[in-house]
């Protein structure tokens, strides 16, 4: 046996000795610790385990879809992209065109998802929306679809674009929410297309509510405001009213193209990019042409001059304008699409006149007589009257208006005329227009009839015009020559005015007009006065040196005459992406 170390051996024997206080708090609360510790750790353990329920819940349900997808991708689900691997192979039908004699035909359609609703796990409704026509489909495991399939288009969002293989049937009643409430889809097959996000910029009904339409509790629904309309001006345009008002504004341009051109008017394309600004002034956009300066063109007013002396007898335009006017109105743009027509004349710019009442007619004949589908779309959810553009042979006949034609002075007080009682378009002298709006105002208030007037005037002209005349389209002629450019030919008589002339729709100028200057000598003289340095104008000056045909002509906003005649409060609705200054986006 080994000896032990001395100082072992020789050792106190080991006292117990009691915990102080503090070691027996210390002791209590480790165990307090570790009992919280547990705690936290079962309840990260419980939710550990039900994140891994979940996650094998959804999991399970992907793959029971994708298994689905797999034994019914002949029925629905996502189409291959379509990327022109075939041609014509199969054959569309247009929502529009499901009439009575498709009835009991299987028809294929290609539209986008206007709303869906499931009625329990067997059955969805469907409305099928395709440029401006809607129509209802049915989806049901009674028709031998199966249930994973009715769950997939109760499902798709708004929106979204599908190809849908349908059978039509008549409705047993009328679908009054659709456009062919007469017909119903029974649903085949349903394959998106491209599909829509969930959450949209706005929801299709408030984009086509009209202002104020109120809940069934008394409050207004909602609606959209402008700007974000435009800001998605492509999911605007999907609204009826939206869609509407730019077919019209195609009509317009359309009708107003059609009568010149069977009125011997060539079309002309002048340059938009140009040395001098045409109309004068600083509201013009310039820029760098190759290190000289240059401006985007106010107008084709010096071109469509020049034309003419090229012995093009009549001419039009239709293209951009340009303007730089720091403007925030509800009618102005900085840019906006000008229709301009100059034409030879005889004797007098009343032939312009002629012609530019003849051209309004036709249009405005036109759209009502060929646009009645769309008028009503756009008046559903912005209300407008009728317009009115002829003076009654009644009101001819009790004010005295003078019939120019027959040679029948005028007896109105206020000079009113008209051209013949076939068109019946009212024309007032700009000295007689004044002293009409005077005639409502304080003597403090009047305008002088050798300025021009400001909008607000405009529109009290046109309240009084429509009270008295009662008419929405009338012409103005003979303009303060200070208010007009310097190519505008004085009046003969009195050179204070001018031969020129503005045309208004409801109270405000769609129109501006003249006959022009076409002596050299009278246009550098008109240039200076207007503070213009004619050597800026050489090119159109020189086209006046070698024989010019005396011409007049005017200008005309499409947009302005789109939104007047519709009534609509914003020229920014009738603009499909509207310039203005602070906007030069979409």
Same mark, same amino acid.
């Given at each position: ?26 002791? !209590? ?36 879809? %994708? ?12 189409? %291959? ?5 075939? $041609? ?37 409704? *469907?409305?099928?929306?395709?440029? #401006? ?13 199966? &249930? ?58 408030? !984009? ?33 009213? +939206? ?6 504004? +195609?009509?317009?341009?359309? $009708?107003?193209?059609? $009568? ?16 001098? &600004? ?12 190759? !290190? ?14 020049? &034309? ?54 036709? *249009? ?17 959810? $912005? ?18 208006? !003078? ?21 019946? +378009? ?5 000295? #007689? ?48 020559? +200070? ?83 519709? #009534? ?19």
């Amino acid at each position: 046996m080994s000896a032990q170390p001395a100082a072992a051996a020789h050792a106190d024997p080991v006292t117990p000795t009691t915990p102080s206080t503090a070691e027996t708090a210390a002791s !209590g609360g480790d165990e307090k610790g570790a009992k919280g510790a547990t705690k936290v750790d079962a309840k990260a353990a419980r939710l550990a385990a039900r994140q891994a329920e979940e996650e094998a819940r959804l999991r399970t349900k992907a793959e029971a879809a %994708a298994a689905a997808a797999a034994t019914f991708a002949h029925l629905f689900g996502k189409a %291959a992209m379509i990327r022109s691997t075939q $041609y014509k192979k199969v054959v569309f039908t247009q929502v529009a065109d499901v009439d009575t004699p498709l009835v009991g035909r299987d028809i294929t359609i290609r539209s986008r998802i206007h709303n869906c609703r499931k009625q329990g796990k067997n059955m969805a409704f *469907i409305v099928f929306r395709s440029f #401006g026509h809607s129509i209802q489909g049915v989806l049901a495991t009674a028709n031998g679809l199966p &249930a994973e399939m009715v769950a997939f288009a109760g499902g798709l969002n708004c929106e979204t674009i599908v190809d849908c293989t349908a059978t039509v049937t008549a409705a047993d009643k009328p679908v009054v929410s659709t456009t062919r409430s007469g017909f119903e889809l029974v649903v085949k097959k349903l394959f998106i297309v491209s599909e829509a996000p969930a959450i949209l910029p706005f929801q299709f009904e408030d !984009g086509s509510r009209k202002p104020g339409t109120l809940g069934p509790d008394g409050q207004p629904l909602p609606t959209v405001q402008l700007d974000t309309r435009l800001n998605c001006r492509w999911m605007d345009l999907r609204t009826k009213a +939206s869609n509407a008002v730019f077919k019209l504004q +195609s009509a317009v341009g359309q $009708y107003f193209r059609e $009568y010149l051109l069977r009125n011997d008017f060539t079309e002309i394309h002048s340059p938009k990019m140009i040395g001098a &600004a045409s109309e004068g002034g600083a509201n013009v956009f310039k820029l760098d042409y190759f !290190g000289k300066p240059a401006f985007l063109a106010q107008s084709p007013q010096l071109y469509k001059q020049m &034309a003419l002396q090229g012995d093009l007898r009549r001419v039009f335009e239709v293209a951009p304008v340009f303007r730089a006017e720091n403007s925030f109105t509800h009618r102005h743009l900085t840019e906006f699409v000008g229709l301009d027509i100059e034409m030879c004349i005889d004797d007098h710019y009343y032939e312009v006149l002629d012609l530019a009442e003849e051209l309004f007619a036709h *249009i405005f004949i036109s759209l009502v007589r060929h646009h009645q589908h769309e008028l009503n779309a756009v008046n559903e959810q $912005y209300p407008f009257d009728p317009l009115v553009f002829q003076v009654t042979d009644e009101l001819v006949t009790r004010l005295g208006i !003078g019939v120019i034609e027959e040679e029948i002075p005028t007896k109105d007080q206020y000079g009113g005329r008209i051209r013949n009682r076939h068109v019946r +378009s009212l024309r007032l002298p700009f000295p #007689g227009a004044i002293a009409l709006l005077n005639s409502t105002l304080e003597e403090s208030k009047h305008v002088s009839e050798h300025e021009d007037i400001d909008t607000e005037s405009e529109k009290k002209l046109g309240v009084i015009i429509k009270q008295r005349y009662g008419v929405d389209f009338y012409i103005v002629d003979r303009y303060p020559t +200070s208010a007009r450019p310097f190519y505008t030919m004085l009046c003969p008589d009195d050179e204070r005015f001018s031969n020129s002339y503005d045309m208004f729709l409801r109270g405000e100028e769609i129109v501006s007009g003249a006959q022009r200057v076409h002596d050299p000598a009278m246009l550098e003289q008109r240039a200076i006065s207007k503070g213009i340095n004619p050597s800026t104008l050489k090119d159109y000056i020189d086209s006046f040196r070698l024989g010019a045909w005396p011409h007049g002509g005017f200008g005309v906003g499409l947009e302005r005459v789109a939104m007047l005649y519709l #009534g609509l409060r914003n020229i920014r609705l009738a603009s499909m992406f509207p310039r203005d200054p602070v906007r030069s986006t979409p």
